[in-house]
């Protein structure tokens, strides 16, 4: 697979004519009411079910390496790193949130878990169920898995909306009036079912590496986007689906997410290559925000055991002491309350307190709420890793 000359052409995306039925009530300008008028042109994405899949060598020796680091970093996970899934996998959540502009501080975002916080902090959380749902509905990838993670994602913030495709025109880029001058331009709502199945076809497929499979299905998912809201995240999170289901990664979620903020630009660009009829860029650019992930991933375990060994030296407990579980605890929740660490340690609340004062005197925890009730009690040293590690993934602007 991969010769220049077996090379296989991609099925590049088709347009279709739509009248458009403008609504008076919206605010447009001369302009746009005048282009509203003629037909604007949604896409027909190709079927790609029985498409054979070939890329260059080079192509597919990066994603091969790509796929030899994801199993090294998640056979690592199941030796070392095993409590901090679930901070992996709140990383990742933010970072797709962020290519989104859903942006909130480690701290916001642990707040969110406890039902406070910003309401994008609330969304981004939402954001780690629908993975946590994709994650767990690798098994059985279709159609009504996929509402799942949208339904996991949006029954919160828009349940309207939340689980279904979508029904009417979407379009990306331009004005809210019309599709007329957007950037791209899904396709109608009538053909987002059929799209669907096809690519679950797709999907289904064991002929495709790994990294490139869940690549182009991402890019085709995205081609379709089959809800007015949430498609990004819901791409995302299929494939992470994939990869577990692919039993690549076993243990944890790599920060994918993370590795395609650095270079934003890049990523867009390889959505539209792909709509060309060009599977290659958007293969390659997975392939490089593995490499990238990873390397922001390993660092931010190094700072988690860092932080861990330090506490070691701060504090002045014996080794059984409950205060080394909540410990435990606030590497996966750098913020906590009575009530949750009581469901979590399985004792009652007024033991929490007797618990944390070890934690509280050496400065590993900090309560910022001064209230008497449902007081909160922060990890700062946690919360810097995790705010360090969405640093490094940095993010370039998006042309507008």
Not at 222 to 244: C, S, W, Y
Not at 261 to 287: C, K, M, N, Q
Request: glycine residues 4%; charged residues 25%.
């Amino acid at each position: 697979m991969g010769d220049l000359n077996d090379r296989v052409a991609w099925p590049a995306v088709e347009f279709e004519p739509y009248d458009w039925d403008s609504r008076d009530d919206l605010p447009a300008s001369r302009q746009d009411r005048l282009r509203a008028r003629k037909p604007y042109h949604a896409a027909i994405p190709p079927p790609i079910a029985d498409v054979r899949v070939t890329l260059p060598m080079e192509v597919l020796a990066a994603a091969e390496d790509a796929c030899t680091e994801i199993a090294r970093f998640d056979t690592m996970a199941a030796a070392e790193i095993a409590p901090f899934a679930a901070i992996l996998l709140r990383s990742e959540s933010a970072a797709s949130s962020k290519i989104e502009n859903l942006t909130a501080s480690a701290r916001a975002i642990a707040e969110a878990e406890l039902g406070r916080g910003t309401r994008n902090a609330a969304l981004i959380v939402a954001n780690e169920r629908a993975m946590s749902a994709a994650i767990s509905l690798a098994d059985r990838l279709d159609g009504p898995a996929i509402l799942n993670m949208h339904d996991a994602l949006l029954s919160h913030s828009a349940p309207h909306i939340a689980g279904r495709w979508r029904e009417r025109q979407v379009w990306i880029g331009g004005s809210d009036y019309s599709p007329h001058g957007a950037q791209f331009i899904p396709p109608h709502h009538d053909r987002v079912p059929a799209a669907i199945d096809d690519l679950i076809r797709f999907i289904a497929r064991t002929d495709i590496p790994t990294l490139a499979h869940a690549a182009i299905a991402h890019a085709q998912f995205e081609t379709i986007h089959p809800f007015p809201d949430g498609n990004g995240r819901v791409g995302r999170a299929l494939v992470h689906a994939q990869l577990r289901h692919a039993q690549l990664t076993r243990q944890v979620t790599v920060p994918v997410s993370a590795g395609l903020l650095v270079d934003l630009d890049s990523y867009f660009a390889a959505l539209g290559a792909y709509r060309d009829g060009d599977p290659v860029p958007i293969v390659e650019r997975f392939a490089a925000a593995t490499f990238v992930a990873l390397a922001n991933g390993r660092r931010l375990v190094a700072d988690l055991h860092r932080v861990r060994d330090e506490w070691s030296q701060r504090v002045k407990v014996r080794r059984d002491a409950t205060a080394w579980k909540v410990a435990e605890i606030l590497l996966r929740h750098p913020v906590v309350n009575a009530s949750s660490l009581s469901r979590e340690l399985g004792i009652p609340q007024p033991n929490v307190y007797r618990a944390i004062q070890p934690l509280v005197d050496a400065g590993v925890l900090i309560e910022f709420t001064n209230n008497k009730r449902d007081r909160l009690w922060r990890a700062p040293d946690v919360l810097e890793a995790l705010d360090s590690f969405a640093a490094r993934a940095g993010r370039r602007q998006r042309p507008r």
